[in-house]
């Protein structure tokens, strides 16, 4: 029902934007998150945005850097990741959580995710 594009492989210091599209359900009541998993380390949080896309939080690693956003009439959720480093290397899951204004930044506050999209920066 989340299904994440936009990965790929990039240097350092270039900028890639993921995309996080819903389908089955309408998730523009619900507040989005992002996640993301390095090899070998815990699944650790990015980003979130309220249902209304008017409330954002970040990880301090990301913050200035990454911005998500949201379309709801599109049922879509995006992360626009600028000046990425070598250490932002990881499969990215967008997440959904039905407590559409609850900021969450652990994974078990969210109940839908999708497969994940891998990132590489190279350096």
């Known amino acids: 029902q989340l299904a994440e594009a936009g990965g790929g492989l990039v240097q350092a210091g270039d900028s890639l934007t993921l995309s996080c599209a819903a389908s089955?359900?309408?998730?523009?009541?619900?507040?989005m998150g992002w996640f993301r998993q390095a090899p070998g380390k815990e699944r650790e949080f990015v980003a979130t945005?309220?249902?209304?896309?008017?409330?954002?939080y970040y990880a301090d690693s990301v913050k200035g850097r990454f911005t998500i956003s949201r379309d709801n009439a599109k049922n879509t959720v995006y992360l626009r990741m600028n000046s990425l480093k070598p250490e932002d290397t990881a499969v990215y899951y967008c997440?959904?959580?039905?407590?559409?204004?609850?900021?969450?930044?652990?994974?078990?506050?969210?109940?839908?995710w999708g497969q994940g999209t891998q990132v590489t920066v190279s350096s």
């Open positions: 997440a959904a959580t039905p407590l559409r204004n609850v900021l969450g930044t652990t994974a078990r506050q969210y109940s839908y």
């Open positions: 945005i309220s249902w209304s896309g008017v409330s954002t």
């Open positions: 089955g359900r309408t998730f523009s009541s619900y507040a």
